[in-house]
């Protein structure tokens, strides 16, 4: 099908919903008519289907990392997590706790921070961590382990960095504790069952209740 300047036309291809407006013809400065063929509108559906479809793509990984900052940004609804924290604090209470190289009746009550070295908000929560370690030392009747799924001597590190002191550091995997996130502070009783379970960076409300478990 040929088309000279004086017969050029605007034509619309509709492919997806898609119209390209073509100019169908024309001799630029004397060159040859333009030829339209089949083979060239096929191409150019191709093309559109390839850029509609990594349009969509790029929309999509848009969208999933839009909805995951506004799920975990700190400026987020917090009120739903709250509410899962509670749901799994209420899971892990009455559960007991096999700890490889740990007698739980040797103390009335111990005390186990879960912890990662390469977790933001136990770094975060540093300071609280010192004043329970600094309460726990100034009695016996409470014995406080901090769990690392790390070796331990990586976990002590971390701990020195922060200027945390604890004496007895134990390298155990999370699930073991059945817990699924760090930081996280689990009370014990000489048995090994959990009677109470702290969940995450703690607000000072929070770590005044766990304080307040300290004789």
């Known amino acids: ?116 070295t390469r977790c933001k908000f136990c770094a975060e929560s540093a300071p609280f961590y010192k004043q329970v370690a600094d309460k726990t030392s100034k009695q016996s009747a409470l014995h406080l382990v901090a769990v690392f799924p790390q070796e331990a001597d990586a976990a002590k590190a971390f701990l020195d960095s922060l200027g945390v002191s604890v004496r007895d550091i134990r390298q155990a995997p999370l699930n073991a504790l059945g817990v699924s996130g760090t930081p996280t502070i689990l009370l014990l009783d000489n048995t090994g069952l959990i009677t109470e379970a702290w969940l995450g960076r703690l607000d000072p409300e929070r770590e005044a209740e766990v304080l307040r478990q300290i004789p």
Do not use: H, Y
């Open 1 to 116: 099908m040929r088309f000279t300047k004086t017969a050029c036309l605007l034509a619309q291809i509709k492919f997806n919903q898609v119209f390209l407006p073509l100019c169908l013809g024309g001799e630029a400065n004397g060159g040859s008519p333009l030829i339209i063929t089949r083979r060239w509108v096929r191409l150019i559906g191709r093309t559109l289907t390839l850029v509609a479809n990594l349009a969509t793509i790029v929309i999509a990984i848009v969208l999933v990392v839009a909805v995951k900052q506004q799920r975990f940004s700190p400026s987020a609804p917090t009120e739903p997590l709250a509410r899962s924290a509670e749901r799994t604090r209420a899971t892990l209470k009455g559960t007991r706790v096999n700890l490889p190289g740990v007698d739980w009746s040797t103390n009335q009550q111990t005390m186990i921070l879960a912890l990662q």
